[in-house]
DNA sequence: TTGAAAGCGCTAACAT
DNA sequence: ATGTTAGCGCTTTCAA
């Protein structure tokens, strides 16, 4: 293997001189332009593949502001949650098959790590940006979606302005995982609320408390716990819920982290799962299998949502007049033995 | 129409205009240069606030295309394994003091998606990139090292080729998990390794190995299974380990992802940890402690891995002239109480 | 069918 | 201290 071949720095110029022809000719041929003499074609392209060039996208960006760079941002939360691995999975693999680059963001729920990744990526030149905002009045992503900027918001929307988002029917997952806690027999069922600033997590509280007024079983505020979405929370609220006077039989946890969070304490305590309390989760992972009991979860297509918001964002990039959009996906309650 | 004009993005031009100087002049502004009248200076600023403006970062990646853009690229072979982003976790926080902006690129084992992306890296002219190449003799990442990009590979090394590297102590860090095993009594320890071309999983191989020896005991092949690095390789492979005439008494594994398949297996069959078999994995997660029972781990510093590799590269993109060097990070045994 | 040239926004060498 | 200008690699009129 020579220098030459694996140094790979050509452009346009040294390609157009080898070719003896201009470099808008070897343009027209690397962008497929019809006007090109096929004979000048072949040269070209052979040319192309000898030099092993390859067009350089900065370029191309900076001077095609408002075409396509086919480039997206994603603007992530929480790397460290699967749920939103498992989104980015689903979008890496739209963005692969239609042949769009990918710029990840993950602000760890840092509202200043959040702003520089923005202006970032605005400065980047993204063709469109798939967030999940911190929440619903994040005024940050909101400016972005005026700019004109193609967005597609996924697990919660934004207010005030128009546009494409993707959801789940958080409320009635909510209430089918607590309805069935209460077909099970369980009186007592607590839940632990994600940030409450977050739609999803208040729709699914409102999902939990349909369940218990539909089953007949009173609301008790003291069996509501409200947290981040950090593994922590979960396991100080589910610590304060277990010391409570008359404790719950039955846990329903808003997100993931909590829901190992909570796991950890229940574990801690040495309290056996379902005798002593029964645990739902909202959020599935593909490892709640592995979990001792497996974890009876309300499950998120994840990888779906990913797939739809990477769908709609390029559907807007290609079509920016049409109408925005909301898809809301289903829930499907995974039941296994923790409850 | 209105509206994007209304949220134009300036540039220095504009500027320049409105302060009545020339682009170079505002140029030096924002690069803090000192030869400019503290005067202009604030004139400047101020109107660079008004504007709100901020350099492109496409233009200056494109004029600079040697000197720094603060753009990063990570290349990460699964991001749903808990260790890779816990990796980027301290890459990220590296950057983001130092001002890099992260292109992360997830090419999910997929060998052509690992060749896409390393184009793109090239193409948008990244200041340096940290790796986990596919294996040690990954052409693709050793040539792309030839050309001079400053490149930190983490969690395995790359031949024939001069390069910054990261790496934990795997052999010793193995070896301490299955001495830990054989002094705890158990006699039949099984291993069931990541895919084997991967000097990761050959280096454990051989601290098991060791142990085993030291602590007198005999290796049987038929108690050492080779996977790839996928969840699905753990449930089967220790399905198989099971169904043994004489049977394992406990279990190494060695990765999160093998662990977490092998504890499905072992729940599926209703078998108790660490009655039934002793599991002990390389790899902690944040929530090990969350599964029942909490299991006993090696734990690699995920997060300082991704911290010193993002310092290397940083260092060595401000001085390429230093010297390669290689980092050996410790292991740490978490003992709970699956074994 | 092809080429010449402008210009995207920026930096730096050179000039004033 | 400040301005002028070339050029990074590319696309796209406009001309030929």
Redesign the pocket.
Known sequence: MTIENVYK????????EK?????????????N?????????IKIEKIIKDLK?????????????N?SGNLLGVLIPDIQNPFYVEVLRGIEDIAYKKKYALIVCNFSQDENKEKMYLDILQ?ESVDGLIAAPTHEHDQKVINLVKTGLPIVCVDRGLVDVDVDVVLVENRKGAYSAVDYLAKKGYRRIAYISGIPKLPSSRDRELGYRDALEANKLPVCSELIRYGDSRHESGVKLCAELLELPDPPDALFTGNNLITLGALETIHKKGLKIPGDIAVLGFDDMYWSISLNPPLTAVRQPAYEIGKCAAEQLISRITNPDRPTSSMVLKTELMIRNSC
Do not use: D, F, H
């Not at 070719?19 to 962008?31: C, K, Q």
């Not at 332009?33 to 074609?41: G, Y």
């Open positions: 720095i050509s452009n346009l110029k040294k390609v157009a070719a003896g022809v201009s470099i808008a000719t070897v343009s027209r041929v690397v962008n332009s019809p006007n090109v003499n096929p004979e000048t074609r060039y390859s067009p350089n996208r900065v370029a191309k960006r900076l001077r095609n502001r075409a400065s």
